[in-house]
């Protein structure tokens, strides 16, 4: 059985992120999460990750499209 609610730690293991990074996608409101707990720590709900993932498809689709088509993947960075 998968949890519902996933860690922000969690959250930078699957996007492959910085705990920066994913603090900054909650405290920004990107994607959506709960504090809870006496040190009101951060959790995300599974199913608000997987719509944040598919909004990134879906932008990154909608960008590649105005960019006529050209992807760059970073990996020469």
């Known amino acids: 059985m998968s949890s519902r609610f996933l860690t922000l ?3 930078t293991e699957v996007l492959n992120i910085s705990a920066p990074q994913a603090y900054a996608l909650v405290r920004s409101g990107e994607l ?6 006496g ?7 599974s199913t ?4 944040y993932i598919q909004r990134m498809y ?3 689709r909608a960008r590649i499209s105005s960019d006529g088509g050209s992807v760059a993947d970073g990996a020469g960075d």
């Open 9 to 11: 730690a969690d959250v």
């Open 32 to 37: 959506p999460a709960i504090q809870i707990g």
């Open 39 to 45: 040190r009101l720590q951060w959790r995300v709900e």
């Open 48 to 51: 608000e990750l997987e719509k």
């Open 58 to 60: 879906e932008q990154t």
